[in-house]
């Protein structure tokens, strides 16, 4: 199993120097292939990665575009693998960008990097990347001191260091066999997981894990913060004379106090980003260390996130990392997690009764149904996903022969038999409503093995 470790690098000013500059030739190289693969495109050539990775170790020594003021050839002072990299992932661009368009979905080729504006980054090779306690050994520079030891034991498959902030972290691909992959359990619950904006986590036993919405907490910062580094950039735009958009190719030059003001709305992005990852972490860490099989909705977070009032919301809360982190995180724990459909009505169920109310409204925080039963709509839909859990886990458990759904209106959907094999399993009672979504399966995420 593939897992990655990502750690705070504390360099010197030297070392962040080398990683400011070996970034800095990933751009650049990536910025060179793409404007030749376009070029060859355009010659009506079949551009190929490995043939311009060829075409470029001629020229990176010798041309006038890759040597210093002194005629050096300034790449000799980057360790290869900063440029030798971008072009396997170029051609993986390419590759997915075709594979969708193929597929009929919406795709976007390659672009160019801009300083300032993408992500500094570079590669380092599993073979040129070495731990001793509390250090890493990378190439050109040595010793690098870590904030905390390596978390996994197994082999290093690879390394990424990458900037966040004013900070630089090292981020380690680890290949780990099965038996220290493997984490144990605390508990042996079943859960149903309804996942929301108004509370980012409702369980099926009624518990309401409230989001700390860090980007609505910081955004009055956000917005002072933005317009002063703004104001910076207009003053350096008027000493320059310049009205409008920036030219292509010119560059302002960078006040101290612009610097700083940078650094400062970078910090508070960080800070951001690191207390919505820390909640989402605790939140499916939990969840998968306490139950043995969880149920949350296949959402179509795109979809969701075209709603313009609702978007900010949405994407404050997390929605698709929560997802993430619980498909590798039940395989660690043995845990299986349960999709449902994403046009499966869990609100709109009856979890006492099974009956279908068709005219729920997304306003409608609670409603009552015919048999009585008043219901909150985050707590029911979290109970018949709990439902769906069960009967999943029933099913798995009682392979070859699978058990029927633990709720009426529901299906079982497709289960994982032992060896990896998919066993689909269906079956269409309760309530018929004529909506069809009582065929819909439930997709299973499998436990690790």
Not at 53 to 79: M, S, V
Not at 343 to 372: D, F
């Amino acid at each position: 199993m593939l897992l990655s470790h990502r750690i705070r690098l504390e360099a010197t000013p030297e070392q962040r120097d080398y990683f400011a500059r070996a970034a800095g030739t990933a751009r650049k190289v990536w910025n060179w292939a793409v404007a030749e693969w376009q070029r060859q495109i355009a010659l009506g050539q079949q551009p190929d990665a490995m043939k311009l990775k060829k075409q470029f170790n001629g020229i990176k020594y010798a041309h006038p575009d890759w040597l210093d003021a002194e005629g050096r050839p300034w790449l000799r002072t980057i360790h290869r693998d900063a440029h030798a990299q971008p072009f396997a992932y170029l051609e993986r661009a390419w590759r997915r960008y075709y594979e969708q368009r193929q597929a009929g979905k919406k795709a976007y080729p390659p672009t160019f990097k801009r300083k300032g504006r993408c992500r500094d980054s570079f590669y380092i090779a599993n073979d040129r990347i070495r731990f001793e306690g509390k250090c890493v050994v990378l190439p050109k520079i040595g010793e690098v001191l870590l904030a905390e030891l390596l978390r996994f034991p197994g082999k290093i498959m690879g390394a990424c260091v990458s900037r966040e902030a004013d900070h630089w972290y090292l981020a380690v691909q680890v290949k780990l066999p099965e038996q220290l992959a493997r984490l144990q359990r605390q508990g042996d619950g079943v859960v149903g997981v309804d996942l929301g904006v108004s509370a980012a986590a409702v369980l099926s036993n009624g518990e309401k894990i409230a989001a700390p919405r860090p980007l609505r907490a910081s955004q009055r910062r956000l917005r002072i913060r933005g317009r002063r580094h703004a104001r910076k950039l207009k003053a350096a735009k008027a000493r320059a004379g310049i009205t409008g958009a920036i030219p292509k190719g010119v560059r302002l030059p960078v006040s101290r106090n612009r610097k700083k003001d940078a650094r400062a709305l970078a910090r508070l992005h960080a800070h951001i980003t690191h207390v919505r990852t820390d909640f989402i972490h605790k939140l499916t860490t939990r969840l998968c260390r306490e139950n043995q099989a969880i149920a949350i909705e296949d959402l179509n977070v795109s979809g969701m996130l075209a709603n313009h009032r609702l978007a900010h919301a949405i994407a404050d809360v997390g929605f698709y990392e929560i997802r993430r982190q619980l498909q590798y995180k039940a395989q660690r724990y043995e845990t299986t997690l349960v999709l449902a459909d994403r046009w499966y009505p869990s609100s709109k169920l009856c979890s006492t009764c099974g009956a279908h109310y068709t005219g729920l409204k997304l306003g409608e925080r609670n409603w009552t149904c015919a048999c009585g039963a008043r219901h909150d709509r985050d707590v029911n839909a979290a109970i018949n996903l709990q439902r769906l859990a069960t009967g999943a886990l029933v099913a798995r458990t009682a392979l070859p022969e699978a058990s029927h759904a633990a709720t009426h209106g529901t299906a079982a959907g497709e289960v994982p038999a032992a060896g990896g094999k998919v066993t689909p399993v269906r079956y269409e009672h309760g309530q018929q409503d004529g909506s069809g979504q009582e065929e819909n399966g439930v997709h299973l995420c499998a436990p690790f093995r």
